[in-house]
Nanobody, 124 residues
Framework: QVKLVESGGGLVQAGGSLRLSCSVS????????TGWFRQAPGKEREFVAA????????FYADSVKERFVISRDNAENTVYLQMNSLKPEDTAVYYC?????????????????WGQGTQVTVSS
């Protein structure tokens, strides 16, 4: 099964920014919607944002709306998550995955295996 690869995490102060990247090793992302998820210690993995294959449809969790922006460059086979105005509660391991549509991704009807994720830590 295809596995996506996340990168770009790190340690940042509250109010700072990070940009995460998602790609597929040795393959294209394919004509799938792609989304970002996160899991904080002791919590369930939750949906963060999703984007359609064409890039013309996006959807965000309420907790990140107006702060995070999802985008994609199909020529580079990469999906990005620009995270601005970061808060300590954004601290989590961030994962990407893909599905047929933005709606599928939102409800975790996903096509690929989970990768290792990338750690984002926001200090107060």
């Amino acid at each position: 099964q295809v596995k996506l690869v996340e990168s770009g995490g790190g340690l940042v102060q509250a109010g700072g920014s990070l940009r995460l990247s998602c790609s597929v090793s040795g393959r294209t992302l394919g004509r799938y919607a792609t989304g970002w998820f996160r899991q904080a210690p002791g919590k369930e993995r939750e949906f963060v944002a999703a984007i359609s294959w064409s890039g013309d449809t996006t959807f965000y969790a309420d907790s990140v709306k107006e702060r995070f922006v999802i985008s994609r460059d199909n020529a580079e086979n990469t999906v990005y998550l620009q995270m601005n105005s970061l808060k300590p509660e954004d601290t989590a391991v961030y994962y990407c995955n893909r599905g047929g549509t933005v709606g599928s991704v939102r409800v975790k009807k996903l096509d690929a295996s989970w990768g290792q994720g990338t750690q984002v830590t926001v200090s107060s």
